[in-house]
Nanobody, 115 residues
Framework: QVQLVESGGGLVQPGGSLRLSCAAS????????MGWYRQAPGKERELVAA???????NYADSVKGRFTISRDNAKNTVYLQMNSLKPEDTAVYYC?????????WGQGTQVTVSS
């Protein structure tokens, strides 16, 4: 099994920046893809960004050019740098790991973009 712990959420004004972190532990050798999802009130959970073991990245159209996903293999951590934040980015952000044991989820971290 893979355990994931997110951090870095909070309240930020429109146009501001935040960096989310996701620390993985457990069977990390079996992870194929790690990603960030988000879920806003009344909406379905959606993929924000993903990164493969080979560092291929994929982004939702709504965040392209503003968000960057990266990984530090030495720290078993994936990051989501979020710039030029908009009110519509407000959501609970979840870290996800897709491994040989199936998907694993973090507990979620709240991001609120408001003036």
């Amino acid at each position: 099994q893979v355990q994931l712990v997110e951090s870095g959420g909070g309240l930020v004004q429109p146009g501001g920046s935040l960096r989310l972190s996701c620390a993985a532990s457990g069977s990390i050798f079996s992870i194929n893809v790690m990603g960030w999802y988000r879920q806003a009130p009344g909406k379905e959970r959606e993929l924000v960004a993903a990164i493969t073991a080979g560092d291929y990245t994929n982004y939702a159209d709504s965040v392209k050019g503003r968000f960057t996903i990266s990984r530090d293999n030495a720290k078993n951590t994936v990051y989501l740098q979020m710039n030029s934040l908009k009110p519509e980015d407000t959501a609970v952000y979840y870290c996800n790991a897709d491994s040989l044991n199936g998907p694993s989820w973090g507990q979620g971290t709240q991001v609120t973009v408001s003036s």
